[in-house]
């Protein structure tokens, strides 16, 4: 069975998942792209489901800002870079404000999922975004360890190579402030160079900035 065949099942079993009693369906998850390019978000937002696709509000308008900093537009990157996330359903709000961060037991269940694009698509670069993400790849008690410094991790058996970048949320002032901004146009530029996604860049579009 090819690569594509594998990966179109796996998002259509993907997208019948019900496991976590907590987490409010639908499950949100990427367009199945077969690429050497892996982003890995949180979980989705109250509006990502109803949207029918991840980061498709207003982080999502920062985050895909980025990458049209190095030349690829938002329509572009979707049909691009495999988007994942360590939970693919939303986990509804906290009751102190802001969304529920996922338990370590959904967050485990979810697991599964992302060792199995892993294993189907063999990236070459995956690109955590934010402190969950990052955690299901490398240890790091802070971002300034791993934000704008090239890693080497291991996702389900399979070696890559890991570009961290900050969570584009609004609620956060990380990547607005220094050293925050600094190691992220650092961590872009190390995207925009990185072979992999070098192979994957729309020939007809040229970077604009390596800045945020
Ligand atoms: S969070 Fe993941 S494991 Fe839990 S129900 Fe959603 S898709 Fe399934």
Redesign the pocket.
């Known amino acids: 069975m090819s690569a594509l065949v594998q990966l179109e099942r796996h998002v259509t079993r993907?997208r019948g998942?019900?496991?976590?009693p907590q987490?409010i369906?639908p499950?949100v998850t990427g367009n199945p792209v077969l690429s050497p390019v892996m982003l890995i978000g949180q979980?989705p937002g109250v509006k990502e489901g109803p949207m029918g696709r991840p980061f498709a509000w207003t982080a999502g308008k920062t985050l895909f800002g980025w990458f049209a900093g190095l030349g690829m537009p938002e329509d572009e990157f979707r049909n691009r870079v495999y988007m994942a996330a360590v939970?693919?359903?939303f986990p509804g709000k906290a009751a102190a404000g802001g969304d529920r961060v996922?338990a370590p037991d959904?967050v485990a269940?979810?697991n599964?999922?992302l060792v199995a694009e892993a294993k189907i698509l063999r990236p070459k670069l995956v690109i955590p975004v934010g402190k969950l993400a990052i955690a299901q790849l490398v240890t790091a008690d802070k971002l300034t360890e791993v934000v704008g410094i090239p890693r080497r991790a291991t996702l389900g058996g399979v070696e890559l190579d890991m570009i961290a970048l900050p969570h584009p949320s609004g609620a956060s002032t990380w990547h607005r402030t220094e050293p925050g901004k600094t190691l992220l146009v650092r961590a872009l530029a190390m995207i925009a160079e990185h072979p992999a996604w070098r192979s994957i860049m729309p020939s007809d579009h040229v970077p604009t900035a390596v800045a945020p």
């Open positions: 993907l998942c019900a496991d976590c987490m369906g499950v979980a939970c693919r359903c996922p959904e269940r979810c599964r999922h």
